[in-house]
């Protein structure tokens, strides 16, 4: 054989490694055919990048998955899976049996490291939060109280001992691990001081300069937690409002180490509150704290300052900005002409399954509600299929559908960077509520009512 055909030979081998490198595939055990996303982590939000139809068999591949991270799995009917990719091949093996579903991952020490480390986490925290209550309220004389310290501090041991082993194995998981485990506490000390050293200790394992935490979600968990932290009980509003902007500026200078850090948790905490509602922390991010820190250049400081005022456009008792067009049923419409009390705007996606739940929901909400217009924004799907859906759920307002995905000029007017999002909009055209689902949406009117 000549060198050169054994050149090519070798050539094309290797571009077949590495285009299967990145391959992920899987097997659904008592699941009917249906279609299947793959969702991409960008902290707590997923875009979908891919879908596929499920073979008759339950098989499913996806090729070519973009970037290392945390992606999801997720079936139409709403079973999903989680799971790092890292330069090689996923293979996984879900069972869905009696409504008890079971995941198996094959040949990646990665995801079963990962998913060991969550299940035993989700226990760990479990333990932990009741053996708390009791250390915090029973008398420390008691054999009780001994009895519940044992335990708290031998869960705390035996969790750091198995996590260790997990680190150990240095891959991806690893590193995430240890970003995720919560810092350990001294039962022996006031909790006082447990809450101040837990505070110090908290990032104490995050590198913010490593850009793999962002395809993730667990630097935006780890943010979370540790505002969370900061709010107790016997605290007034103003003591609580006060720690959590301590809090956000805290985060913000750990952040300000590289450009990229700080435009993935600025915009992170932008969106967080621009969803909740949260005013005086929207005000305290658009001062972009720390960012004369930043080694970044005109182009990226004006990224964070089109950022900032992007959200600014948004806030709750800001006007909404119009949406004028024709919908998918050829009614022209204008949100500024809509004739009614409120207006619950809805951006969806057809691919998400929480969405299309809150569409069926929608029609009954309605009818109770005569005082509501609905208008419904389509960020992501077929045209067949989104009238096909308001057909079947017999929704009446209007829906729009432009086309132009996240691309929308509708979507960026109103920041929306995940679906659902929803927006109630009183007759003034005031944005006067952010709810993030049919809970909150009738929390609100029962407290118009």
Same mark, same amino acid.
Request: aromatic residues 14%; charged residues 25%; hydrophobic residues 40%.
């Given at each position: 054989?000549?060198?050169?055909?054994?050149?090519?030979?070798?050539?094309?081998?290797?571009?077949?490694?590495?285009?299967?490198?990145?391959?992920?595939?899987?097997?659904?055990?008592?699941?009917?055919?249906?279609?299947?996303?793959?969702?991409?982590?960008?902290?707590?939000?997923?875009?979908?990048?891919?879908?596929?139809?499920?073979?008759?068999?339950?098989?499913?591949?996806?090729?070519?998955?973009?970037?290392?991270?945390?992606?999801?799995?997720?079936?139409?009917?709403?079973?999903?899976?989680?799971?790092?990719?890292?330069?090689?091949?996923?293979?996984?093996?879900?069972?869905?049996?009696?409504?008890?579903?079971?995941?198996?991952?094959?040949?990646?020490?990665?995801?079963?490291?990962?998913?060991?480390?969550?299940?035993?986490?989700?226990?760990?925290?479990?333990?932990?939060?009741?053996?708390?209550?009791?250390?915090?309220?029973?008398?420390?004389?008691?054999?009780?109280?001994?009895?519940?310290?044992?335990?708290?501090?031998?869960?705390?041991?035996?969790?750091?001992?198995?996590?260790? /082993?997990? @680190?150990?194995?240095?891959? %991806?998981?690893?590193? $995430?691990? =240890? #970003?995720?485990? +919560?810092?350990?506490?001294?039962?022996?000390?006031?909790?006082?001081?447990?809450?101040?050293?837990?505070?110090?200790?908290?990032?104490?394992?995050?590198?913010?300069?490593?850009?793999?935490?962002?395809?993730?979600?667990?630097?935006?968990?780890?943010?979370?937690?540790?505002?969370?932290?900061?709010?107790?009980?016997?605290?007034?509003?103003?003591?609580?409002?006060? /720690?959590? @902007?301590?809090?956000?500026? %805290?985060?913000?200078? $750990?952040? =300000? #180490?590289?450009? +990229?850090?700080?435009?993935?948790?600025?915009?992170?905490?932008?969106?967080?509150?621009?969803?909740?509602?949260?005013?005086?922390?929207?005000?305290?991010?658009?001062?972009?704290?720390?960012?004369?820190?930043?080694?970044?250049?005109?182009?990226?400081?004006?990224?964070?300052?089109?950022?900032?005022?992007?959200?600014?456009?948004?806030?709750?008792?800001?006007?909404?900005?119009? @949406?004028?067009?024709?919908?998918?049923?050829?009614?022209?419409?204008?949100?500024?002409?809509?004739?009614?009390?409120?207006?619950?705007?809805?951006?969806?996606?057809?691919?998400?399954?929480?969405?299309?739940?809150?569409?069926?929901?929608?029609?009954?909400?309605?009818?109770?509600?005569?005082?509501?217009?609905?208008?419904?924004?389509?960020?992501?799907?077929?045209?067949?299929?989104?009238?096909?859906?308001?057909?079947?759920?017999?929704?009446?307002?209007?829906?729009?559908?432009?086309?132009?995905?996240?691309?929308?000029?509708?979507?960026?007017?109103?920041?929306?960077?995940?679906?659902?999002?929803?927006?109630?909009?009183?007759?003034?055209?005031?944005?006067?509520?952010?709810?993030?689902?049919?809970?909150?949406?009738?929390?609100?009117?029962?407290?118009?009512?």
């Amino acid at each position: 054989m000549s060198r050169i055909k054994v050149l090519l030979i070798c050539i094309l081998y290797f571009l077949n490694v590495s285009l299967c490198a990145q391959t992920v595939s899987g097997t659904f055990y008592n699941v009917s055919p249906q279609m299947v996303y793959l969702n991409a982590y960008t902290g707590l939000y997923m875009e979908t990048v891919d879908s596929v139809m499920m073979s008759e068999d339950g098989r499913v591949e996806f090729d070519n998955v973009g970037h290392k991270g945390m992606y999801q799995i997720e079936t139409e009917s709403g079973l999903y899976l989680d799971f790092l990719c890292d330069d090689e091949p996923v293979a996984f093996v879900l069972k869905n049996e009696n409504n008890v579903v079971s995941v198996e991952f094959i040949r990646s020490r990665l995801n079963n490291d990962w998913h060991k480390y969550k299940n035993e986490r989700a226990s760990y925290d479990e333990k932990q939060q009741v053996l708390k209550q009791v250390l915090r309220n029973y008398d420390s004389n008691t054999s009780f109280y001994k009895e519940a310290k044992y335990e708290f501090e031998k869960n705390q041991t035996d969790f750091k001992n198995f996590t260790d /082993s997990l @680190i150990s194995h240095g891959n %991806y998981a690893s590193k $995430l691990i =240890s #970003v995720d485990r +919560p810092p350990f506490i001294n039962t022996d000390d006031s909790f006082t001081k447990q809450r101040e050293d837990m505070k110090t200790a908290f990032f104490e394992m995050v590198d913010f300069t490593d850009t793999t935490l962002i395809p993730t979600n667990v630097l935006t968990t780890k943010v979370i937690d540790y505002l969370s932290i900061l709010q107790f009980q016997g605290q007034t509003p103003s003591e609580q409002e006060f /720690s959590v @902007i301590l809090g956000i500026d %805290y985060v913000m200078n $750990l952040a =300000s #180490v590289s450009y +990229p850090m700080y435009r993935f948790v600025f915009e992170y905490l932008m969106i967080g509150f621009h969803e909740l509602g949260f005013n005086a922390y929207l005000d305290y991010l658009m001062r972009m704290p720390y960012v004369e820190q930043l080694d970044a250049d005109d182009v990226e400081l004006e990224e964070i300052y089109d950022l900032a005022e992007k959200y600014s456009r948004v806030k709750i008792g800001i006007k909404a900005p119009e @949406i004028t067009g024709v919908d998918i049923n050829n009614v022209e419409f204008g949100l500024y002409d809509i004739d009614n009390d409120y207006v619950i705007l809805l951006f969806w996606s057809y691919s998400c399954a929480h969405c299309r739940e809150i569409m069926k929901e929608m029609k009954y909400f309605l009818k109770e509600n005569t005082d509501f217009t609905f208008l419904s924004v389509c960020v992501n799907g077929e045209r067949k299929d989104i009238k096909k859906l308001i057909r079947k759920n017999g929704l009446k307002g209007y829906f729009y559908h432009d086309g132009l995905s996240w691309n929308s000029p509708v979507v960026n007017a109103y920041a929306v960077t995940a679906t659902p999002s929803i927006f109630i909009i009183d007759k003034d055209k005031k944005i006067v509520a952010k709810p993030f689902g049919f809970e909150e949406i009738n929390d609100f009117v029962n407290s118009i009512r």
